[in-house]
T-cell receptor, first 110, second 113 residues
Framework: TQLLEQSPQFLSIQEGENLTVYCNSS?????LQWYRQEPGEGPVLLVT?????EVKKLKRLTFQFGDARKDSSLHITAAQPGDTGLYLC??????????FGQGTILTVHP | DSGVTQTPKHLITATGQRVTLRCSPR?????VYWYQQSLDQGLQFLIQ???????AKGNILERFSAQQFPDLHSELNLSSLELGDSALYFC????????????FGPGTRLTVT
């Protein structure tokens, strides 16, 4: 069974701070996705990374896929209250079956 | 708005009953995925359909079944419901060749009493 472990589970920071969320596995994934989910809504796809060592930037968000394709990180610069939510990493295997991490609940205080 | 629609938004039913959840994928997407999200298990893959055919199966109970119709909408049937089946059920879809980029619907919150 492939597992993805996210850390930290909870993160509470002040507006303007930087943060990093980690996603680790002992298994190799074909791709790694990051989603953001707000209460009562479906996850929203932020990014897909497929190549080992790949780095993608989306405004203040930077995503990295590990060289061995077993881990990933999400870094947010100068966090804002609008960044508050549940962040989920998901590893892709055969036929698009996604294995999700348990998630990181981020709270950014004004 | 992801373009994936799900109905109903909320469903409250009793143990032992059967319910049907409905999903319409984004226009043009042939793949539909069903996921269950609960507090203790997180988001778990249940089953995938591609153009009407079952393509992959995850941790789906035998009491649960799904199908995808010619118009590509999908239904998830849950029977002999138990208290532990209370959860959020999400449908997602993806375009051909981009299976990993899945777009999720708003979900159906099922409460079994």
């Amino acid at each position: 069974t492939q597992l993805l472990e996210q850390s930290p589970q909870f993160l509470s920071i002040q507006e303007g701070e930087n943060l990093t969320v980690y996603c680790n596995s002992s298994s190799v994934f074909s791709s790694l996705q990051w989603y953001r989910q707000e209460p009562g809504e479906g996850p929203v796809l932020l990014v897909t990374v497929v190549t080992g060592g790949e780095v993608k930037k989306l405004k203040r968000l930077t995503f990295q896929f590990g060289d061995a394709r077993k881990d990933s990180s999400l870094h947010i610069t100068a966090a804002q209250p609008g960044d508050t939510g549940l962040y989920l990493c998901a590893g892709g295997t055969s036929y698009g079956k996604l294995t999700f991490g348990q998630g990181t609940i981020l709270t950014v205080h004004p | 708005d992801s373009g994936v629609t799900q109905t109903p938004k909320h469903l409250i039913t009793a143990t032992g009953q059967r319910v049907t959840l409905r999903c319409s994928p984004r226009s043009g997407d042939l793949s539909v995925y069903w996921y269950q999200q609960s507090l203790d298990q997180g988001l778990q893959f249940l089953i995938q359909y591609y153009n009407g055919e079952e393509r992959a199966k995850g941790n789906i109970l035998e009491r649960f079944s799904a199908q995808q119709f010619p118009d590509l909408h999908s239904e998830l049937n849950l029977s002999s419901l138990e208290l532990g089946d209370s959860a959020l059920y999400f449908c997602a879809s993806s375009e051909v060749g981009r299976d990993y980029e899945q777009y999720f619907g708003p979900g159906t919150r099922l409460t079994v009493t």
